[in-house]
């Protein structure tokens, strides 16, 4: 009945006509009773419900002596209600101020449900100027608020059975993603949510596969209705771009659960590994950490991110001077070069040896660090854990892990495709760096001892290379996995390709087997089966009700911001020069005499 359909124009432009006719039909009481709402609110006026059952709904104008009306009758044999009679017009003249009663709660949730679904960020201040501007009606912020809540969850569900469909969820994941690690955890009678461990069989096969034996560790605090943190193990592939292994989502960030998180860790390492690699870990190195590591991984190397020590420097000493012979100590490739700089400080300030003993250089300086970082020095998990519960806090915990799953599938999928259009040898970033190291070769004199050693030498020194090695003593082709300038002057002098001479890590080969397995979609949750075969390794069975966690968000406003914004910053590269290979100007800026 296209002649007597309702024109309703589009909730995101003003509406400009609205008509009602006899023998308008409606699907059902429920889509009539909307209907005449949204009318009332377009052309201003306040409605009564006069008559509202099974059959029958009958409204007027609330203005006393207005005679608009409308009366609305099921269809005998179908579910459908049509207008009988209908009295159109008003003599009232509508409602004056911004305020309308048919603006409720569910209205305000139906009204903002296009624009939720596609930002959940959306606030209630944004919601409340929005619904003004497009439909001329005021509302509280609590409405506002409490209107965004029912419409996230009528789109994602509630909270709470977020967690009652977790058991159901981790059993999609290893049905649809065979050799995936996903299990929960209750604790206590009532089975409240105490932990949730995910990890892919594309995540896994890539990071054994193909990248460097390096885990950073980090963690977010989750600002749900539930309280919790977000713990992450993450690699980086040949590109150093992040490569999430392992997520987890804690009731609380603990000891306990940091040794739970690296226990998990360490039997998937575990079972897909006949060779265990010697990991080197880095983090903020706390207790829970520290102890976590320790026990479930004795070999690892445990360094700090060097953001993290960095910003400690930088906040107890408050010299710019210090911090500026701080970065050069950090980025020394040598011991003889650390420690020379190290009394240069202690001569600006006695506390910089109290400082070094919070702080040992084992655990971070480029010169005594003995893990295999290859340049890779700072904390890249934190910058995107922090967005993932920025993104995620107003989600239930299966939507917020299914956002997850969907940056990393695009993640996959994009990076994929790039590995496949390069033709080099090397990823970029790698070829860039031999590249350069090539271009600062030709100012060295080389001179063949045997072999596989060169003795190259400069102005300033001389250094031996070995090629079968693959050793320099200025040790930087060990610290960083690609041949130094001393190096690709020995390798370039015999006729051998430098690019061949890198580690296999940053190798395109390494980067397309890294992301060459899929990561499959889950099916929507209605047609999972909530009941079922117990879970695996102690889990959660299948027919057990998890329910949220004790710890739930205090009133008032929550706070956003989890971490200062400076520490999303990078630490400034210190500059080196290509030429002489010190510190603190660039290679057209050498001054110095080859």
């Known amino acids: 009945m296209a002649d007597h359909a309702l ?67 099921k269809c005998p044999g179908v579910p459908t209600f049509s207008i009988r009679t209908l009295h159109g017009e008003h003599t009232c003249e509508g409602v004056r101020n911004l305020h309308h009663q048919q603006a409720s709660v569910g209205w305000v949730a139906r009204s903002v449900e296009a624009r939720i679904r596609d930002n959940p960020q959306y606030k209630p201040k944004e919601i409340l100027q929005d619904i003004r501007d497009q439909h001329g009606v005021a509302v509280s912020y609590m409405q506002a608020w409490r209107g965004k809540e029912r419409s996230m969850a009528a789109l994602h569900g509630t909270f709470e059975e977020g967690y009652r469909l977790l058991p159901a969820y981790c059993e999609q994941i290893r ?36 990248c460097r034996p390096l885990l950073e560790l980090d963690k977010a605090d989750l600002k749900g209705k539930y309280l919790g943190a977000l713990l992450c193990a993450a690699a980086v592939d040949a590109d150093d771009a992040l490569f999430p292994l392992a997520i987890a989502i804690v009731d609380v960030e603990s000891d306990e659960n940091w040794m739970w998180f690296m226990s998990e860790l360490r039997k998937l390492l575990g079972v897909n590994t006949e060779n265990m690699p010697r990991l080197t870990i880095l983090s903020e190195r706390q207790r829970g950490m520290v102890d976590a590591v320790e026990t479930h991984f004795p070999s690892a190397f445990h360094g700090f991110c060097l953001r993290y020590v960095s910003e400690n420097f930088r906040d107890t000493f408050k010299n710019t001077k210090l911090v500026n012979i701080f970065w050069n100590a950090v980025y020394a490739l040598t011991t003889v070069e650390f420690e020379s700089k190290i009394a240069e400080m202690v001569e600006i300030s006695q506390d910089v040896i109290q400082w070094f003993q919070l702080f040992p250089p084992r655990l971070w300086a480029v010169a005594y660090f003995e893990g295999v970082r290859y340049g890779h020095f700072t904390l890249g998990v934190t910058e995107m854990l922090y967005n993932w519960a920025l993104e995620c806090h107003e989600l239930p915990i299966v939507q917020m892990m299914e956002h997850i799953r969907h940056q990393l599938t695009t993640w996959f999928t994009n990076r994929r495709e790039m590995g496949m259009r390069w033709t080099s040898i090397l990823v970029p970033s790698a070829e860039k760096r031999i590249s350069e190291a090539i271009a600062d070769a030709r100012c060295y004199q080389v001179l063949r001892a045997n072999e596989v050693e060169f003795e190259i030498v400069s102005t300033e020194r001389t250094n031996i290379v070995d090629i079968r090695s693959r050793v320099c003593s200025c040790r930087r082709w060990q610290l960083y996995g690609l ?30 087997e890294t992301y060459s397995q899929m990561i499959h979609p889950i099916p929507d949750k209605s047609i999972w089966k909530e009941l079922g075969e117990g879970a695996e390794g ?20 929550p706070k956003k911001k989890v971490l200062r914004v400076e520490n999303l910053k990078r630490p400034k590269r210190v500059v080196q020069c290509g030429r002489c290979h010190l510190l603190g100007h660039s290679q057209k800026k050498c001054t110095m005499p080859i």
């Open 175 to 210: 049905k649809t993603n065979p050799g995936s690690v996903a299990s929960v955890f209750a604790t206590g009678q009532e089975n409240c949510f105490q932990r949730l461990f995910i990890s892919y069989r594309a995540s896994i096969y890539g990071f054994i596969t193909a």
């Open 483 to 512: 041949p130094c300038a001393h190096a690709a002057a020995a390798l370039i002098s015999c006729g051998q390709n430098a690019h061949m001479f890198a580690e296999p890590c940053f190798t395109v080969g390494s980067y397309r």
């Open 538 to 557: 102690g889990a959660a069975k299948l027919d057990i009700t998890i329910r949220p966690p004790k710890i739930r968000r205090p009133p008032g406003r």
């Open 7 to 73: 024109v309703v124009a589009d909730t995101s432009h003003t509406l400009v006509e609205h008509s009602l006719v006899i023998g308008q039909e409606f699907p059902d009481v429920e889509t009539c009773r909307r209907t005449l709402k949204d009318i009332a609110i377009a052309l201003h006026f306040d409605l009564r419900i006069v008559k509202s059952d099974r059959s029958r709904f009958i409204a007027k104008c609330s203005k006393e002596g207005c005679p608009w009306r409308v009366h609305v009758a």
